[in-house]
């Protein structure tokens, strides 16, 4: 029924003047919208123009980091609370809560202040003080807890389910198998994207965490395109999915990581699953490759992006290469610098993790920490 749900938001999308996912008669830039939750989405989509020009093609970033909470997770938070109320999971009053310690807990607290609701987030207690202070400030109720394997039952996704079992009126969001997350992104990323390029859009290609972001978008675009849009996974080390899918489907054990936060996986999730053979094919960014791309987009394009924004614009430069001059090539830009510079920009911790030399000598300026 993805393809159901991707067929009705191309007939719904196709019917409005203006691509008008929220329920007001104008796009957000035109008019006023109702509260925080109309604020998320509508995002610009920007040329990398010096990418552009060097590949000859239209590379195109979906800019995320402006929805209000900073990420593209504010999609996935919206649509996954959405969901919870529309199947009476979630009264007023109610409490969500979901194991993250990362962009879908910050879209989250965004969410549920604005609508009302308490927020309980599980993480594991190797997360920065930054991470939970925020959250906390946001309004969020913070448990961190020991750092153990996902098959050990006090894992914090496990905790959290546990925890909303046991409360009234609660609900565990689950984003990793909660399809109400690639909805939000068969709804109103791929539409963005699809009306932003006037259908022009050739290539898709993303890093995935939960998957949300690739399966949706990629399922609205082939079902806008008759499957003429190619899309692409871009994996970061230390992640299985690459190897699943060029090896025709063989899940190797997790090893090795990757400085790039917020994406990697070590199985196929439910909002992945359904949908991983739509994709055209995969391909993997080292973490030199990545932060290269930090530094150059930020030099080269002024945008101060995370380093799954800069896998993604790696990935997006290698796609048009490929496909050649004349083509348009999307990716999503998940989130700013800001929560990451203490590292991406610190010449110890550049040192620390053997990158140091990744960084090209006329950029060796902004190692400013
Ligand atoms: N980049 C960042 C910074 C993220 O926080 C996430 C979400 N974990 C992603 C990319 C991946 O998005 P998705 O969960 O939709 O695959």
């Known amino acids: 029924n993805f393809a159901t749900t991707a067929r009705r938001a191309v007939e719904t999308v196709a019917q409005m003047e203006a ?76 409490t969500v809560v979901e194991g993250t ?5 910050i879209g989250l607290a965004h969410v549920c202040r604005s609508k009302g609701y308490k927020l309980v987030i599980y993480m594991p207690n190797t997360q920065s003080q930054g991470k939970i202070d925020l959250l906390r400030l946001l309004g969020a109720e913070v448990y961190p807890v020991p750092a153990v394997p996902f098959d050990n039952p006090d894992n914090y996704n496990h905790q959290a389910k546990r ?23 068969i709804e109103t990323t791929g539409p963005e994207i699809w009306h932003q390029t006037n259908g022009k859009v050739d290539a898709f290609v993303c890093a995935t965490g939960t998957g949300g972001t690739l399966a949706g978008v990629t399922r609205y675009l082939k079902t806008a395109s008759d499957g003429r849009v190619k899309s692409f996974l871009a994996d970061p080390p230390g992640s299985v ?6 090896s025709g489907g063989k899940l190797i054990e997790r090893t090795g990581s990757s400085i790039t936060e917020g994406i990697g996986q070590g199985r196929v999730t439910d909002n992945l699953g359904p949908d991983i053979d739509l994709l055209d094919g995969s391909m993997h960014v080292s973490d030199e490759r990545s932060i290269e791309m930090v530094y150059r987009c930020l030099d080269e394009e002024g945008l101060y992006l995370g380093a799954s924004s800069c896998l993604n614009v790696a990935a997006a430069r290698e796609v048009a290469e490929k496909l050649g001059k004349g083509h348009t090539v999307v990716t999503v830009l998940c989130d700013g610098a800001y929560r990451y510079a203490d590292r991406l920009f610190s010449k110890k911790w550049l040192t620390d993790k053997k990158l140091i030399g990744a960084i090209p000598k006329h950029l060796e300026k902004y190692i400013v920490l």
């Open 19 to 94: 691509p008008n996912l929220y329920g007001v008669g104008v796009s957000k830039a035109q008019g006023v919208v109702k509260g925080l939750t109309g604020a998320i989405g509508n995002t610009p989509l920007i040329r990398l123009n010096h990418i552009s020009e060097a590949t000859g093609c239209e590379v195109l970033g979906k800019a995320e980091f402006m929805n209000p909470g900073g990420s593209i997770k504010d999609r996935a938070a919206l649509y996954v609370v959405k969901d919870a109320e529309e199947r009476g999971l979630l009264q007023p009053g109610g």
């Open 241 to 246: 999915l690459h190897s699943y899918i060029s």
């Open 101 to 105: 310690a990362g962009n879908t807990g």
């Open 163 to 185: 925890h909303a079992e046991n409360l009234e009126n609660a609900v565990w969001t689950n984003q990793f198998d909660n399809v109400a997350n690639r909805k939000a992104h």
